[in-house]
Nanobody, 118 residues
Framework: VQLVESGGGLVQPGGSLRLSCVAS?????????MGWHRQAPGKQRELVAA???????TYNDSVKGRFTISRDNAKKMVYLQMSNLRPEDTAVYYC????????????WGQGTQVTVSS
């Protein structure tokens, strides 16, 4: 599956952004676990949020209550609504995917930069 992100940019602390990711190359999008990861300079890539085949979701503790992941299987889209952004949210955000039952995310987008700064 191929993934393309959009929606990054520069935002002030306390602001909001919505990231979008469109998938292609599969007719079984609904069978994929979709995630958003991020990587800040000098840090390891970390999982921010994931949405499962059952539509259950999981979040990194650092974004709970501020970020919301959602998916539209008909459009093969996954979104990350980010609110109350903080400078520490600054990172490159990657859309990711793994087929149901696979242990690791193995498909990645090219990344989109999110910068939170006044």
């Amino acid at each position: 599956v191929q993934l393309v992100e959009s929606g990054g940019g520069l935002v002030q602390p306390g602001g909001s952004l919505r990231l979008s990711c469109v998938a292609s190359g599969t007719n079984r999008f609904s069978m994929y676990v979709m995630g958003w990861h991020r990587q800040a300079p000098g840090k390891q890539r970390e999982l921010v949020a994931a949405t499962y085949v059952s539509s259950a979701t999981t979040y990194n503790d650092s974004v709970k209550g501020r970020f919301t992941i959602s998916r539209d299987n008909a459009k093969k889209m996954v979104y990350l609504q980010m609110s109350n952004l903080r400078p520490e949210d600054t990172a490159v955000y990657y859309c990711s995917a793994k087929f149901r039952g696979e242990p690791d995310f193995d498909s990645w987008g090219q990344g989109t930069q999110v910068t939170v700064s006044s």
